[in-house]
């Protein structure tokens, strides 16, 4: 373990299955609060919107440069910070008077968020050996989707119960627990790139290529805003790939990119994936409750299934990764995703039973939680120490482009099949149509995920 004690490791892997809980929790938990908080402060609609989109701006958007600032400056220390900074302002957000500043407070969150996961997997890489680094990922990763899981179900009680307001501070004492575990129960660590300079020109290219992309993504459906808002982001991107291929101390590694097949394509592979199966659970949220008739609570239930089966597979499948090889492992996982993707499409109908939905939605929940956590665990082996920052932010800054892609394919069916129409009796068979025609591109993004998986080959020593 290098630098680490068997206790400091365990401290470690403690203080990130904590961070790797919050900050989904605080996503989720949110969401089933944003309608009570929007008419205590009398936020619009795009208002409420915005609460949500800030904080995945952020986290999106810093993702990289933090990852690569910790192999610099050392993981702990912005791992740390960032468990400050995002305790901080969710505490002060517990107590906004205005929606703006829930709106300016919520960014700075994300930003503690993206110091916290930026680097968290590279802080398990280092304190842990290949041969349990998959199970540790395994471990956080039921963390990750534990937090998503619970966050509508406790939020939406304390809501309820105590108000919105409480949601925010909830979170406070467990970051200030772990602020004390990472403070006197982490061993320090040496940077992994000591010496080498912050790219900070790339950092803010990057910053607006994603910024642009999220925002544009979101706006789709608004031709006159949406689509250039993508095409500028688009543009920042190839600009940031053109000034990393001449810059000597990159955020990015070009040549890592084009010389380490491995990392790439398991990088591509994760981007497929969560564009395959992040909009599922939007879709099935308002399929349960407008074409089947159930309550919000009784579609929250259902829909529960789906992270409760990743929150079971993903430890499952970072101890098959001792067995089997992980690439094939995580090939099998998106094989299993993209059946339950195209099972949803073959069969979606207004009377199919409520058994084959909650099917469908293990199936699909099962397959990602055993495809994350050995691409997760070959992301982290295919590169050298000195990249496990770079390599733990790309693994975020993938989850959050295949989200913003899955955001994009969501909004352009809508667009396509339903404009500006609300979903009603008269025109559910339109909603039908956009959701199934959503699904089937789902199946294709899990069908080209299998391809790249497929054509990684095998792992070489970094």
């Not at 208002?47 to 989109?53: A, D």
């Not at 709106?103 to 930003?111: E, K, S």
């Not at 790139?193 to 290529?209: I, K, N, Q, T």
């Not at 982001?233 to 990393?244: D, Q, Y």
């Amino acid at each position: 373990m290098e630098q680490y004690t068997a206790k400091s490791a365990t401290m470690v892997l403690l203080t990130v299955c904590i961070a790797q809980f919050m900050a989904p929790f605080m996503l989720t938990s949110i969401g089933v609060a944003l309608p009570s908080l929007g008419r205590d402060l009398g936020a619009s609609a795009v208002e409420i919107g915005l609460v949500e989109q800030c904080y995945l701006l952020s986290l999106a958007m810093c993702m990289l440069t933090f990852g690569r600032l910790g192999d610099i400056v050392g993981q702990r220390i912005i791992f740390l910070l960032g468990l400050a900074t995002f305790t901080l302002f969710t505490f002060l957000l517990g107590f906004s008077s205005s929606i703006f500043a829930v709106i300016t407070l919520r960014f700075f969150q994300g930003l503690g968020a993206a110091m916290m996961l930026s680097g968290s997997m590279a802080l398990v890489a280092a304190a842990f050996p290949p041969s349990q680094r998959a199970r540790k990922i395994g471990l956080v990763s039921t963390c990750t989707y534990t937090g998503l899981s619970l966050g509508p179900v406790i939020g939406g009680f304390v809501t309820l119960h105590f108000g919105w307001r409480h949601v925010f501070l909830m979170p406070v004492p467990i970051g200030l627990a772990a602020i004390l575990v990472c403070l006197f129960g982490m061993g320090e660590m040496g940077r992994n790139a000591s010496g080498e300079r912050m790219d900070w020109p790339g950092s803010l290219v990057y910053a607006l290529g994603i910024g642009c992309i999220m925002t544009g993504a979101a706006h789709a459906h608004q031709v006159a805003f949406g689509v250039p808002l993508l095409l500028i982001g688009t543009v920042a991107l190839v600009l940031f790939l053109i000034m990393e291929s001449r810059c000597s101390s990159p955020l990015l590694d070009v040549t890592l990119l084009r010389d380490n097949r491995f990392f790439t394509f398991s990088s591509l592979a994760a981007l497929g994936n969560y564009a395959a199966t992040f909009g599922i659970v939007f879709f099935m949220s308002l399929f349960l409750q407008y074409a089947k008739g159930l309550s919000a609570r009784q579609a929250g239930m259902v829909l529960l299934l789906q992270p409760l089966m990743q929150v079971v597979t993903s430890p499952l499948a970072g101890r098959l990764a001792d067995r089997i090889e992980i690439a094939k492992l995580a090939t099998a996982g998106m094989l299993i995703s993209g059946a339950g993707l195209l099972l949803a499409a073959l069969t979606l109908d207004v009377h199919m039973p409520l058994w084959l939905i909650a099917a469908e939605l293990m199936l699909i929940g099962a397959g990602f939680g055993i495809f994350i956590t050995p691409n997760t665990t070959a992301i982290m082996d295919s590169v050298d120490r000195r990249r496990y920052g770079v390599a733990s932010g790309m693994i975020g800054a993938m989850r959050t482009l295949g989200m913003a892609t899955s955001l994009t394919i969501i909004t352009l069916v809508f667009s396509l099949f339903m404009g500006d129409q609300a979903i009603t009796d008269a025109n559910l068979p339109r909603f039908l149509l956009s959701m199934k025609t959503a699904l089937v591109v789902f199946s294709l993004f899990s069908c080209l995920g299998v391809i790249l998986s497929l054509s990684r080959g095998r792992r070489r020593s970094p």
